[in-house]
C-alpha cells in the first residue's frame, strides 16, 4: 500500500504516502488495505468548501484513515489518553495534489 511512512509524534500515529501510479490517462492510487489497517470499519467521504473547520472529535479504539483527493487541510491532532498535564499535539499539511 503505502511507499513511505513515518511515524508522528504521537504514540500509535503514523503518516504515509501512498504510491501514485500516473500516466497520461490519469492516476491510480491504493487508498486502503486491511492488513495495513485492521482497526478500520468505517469509512466516509466529506467535501468542504475552502477555509472550513471540520473534525474536534473524540473516539477510543478507532483507526482513521484520510485521504485527499484534491486541495490542502492542516490537520491537528492531541492525544487525551492520559489525564493530567498537557497532551502531546502533532500538526501536520495532507495535499490532495501531490
Known amino acids: 500500500m503505502p511507499t513511505e511512512q513515518v511515524a508522528g509524534r504521537i504514540e500509535g500515529v503514523r503518516i504515509w504516502r501512498p504510491q ?36 474536534l472529535h473524540y473516539h477510543r479504539n478507532q483507526a482513521d484513515l484520510w485521504y485527499l483527493v484534491s486541495g490542502r487541510a492542516q490537520v491537528g491532532l492531541a492525544d487525551l489518553r492520559h489525564r493530567g498535564g498537557t497532551p502531546m499535539t502533532d500538526t501536520f499539511v495532507l495535499d490532495g495534489d501531490v
Open 20 to 55: 501514485v501510479h500516473a500516466d497520461a490517462r490519469g492516476r491510480f492510487v491504493e487508498v486502503f488495505r486491511s492488513a495495513a489497517m485492521p482497526a478500520m470499519a468505517q469509512s466516509n467521504h466529506s467535501r468542504s468548501e475552502a477555509g472550513v473547520l471540520r473534525g
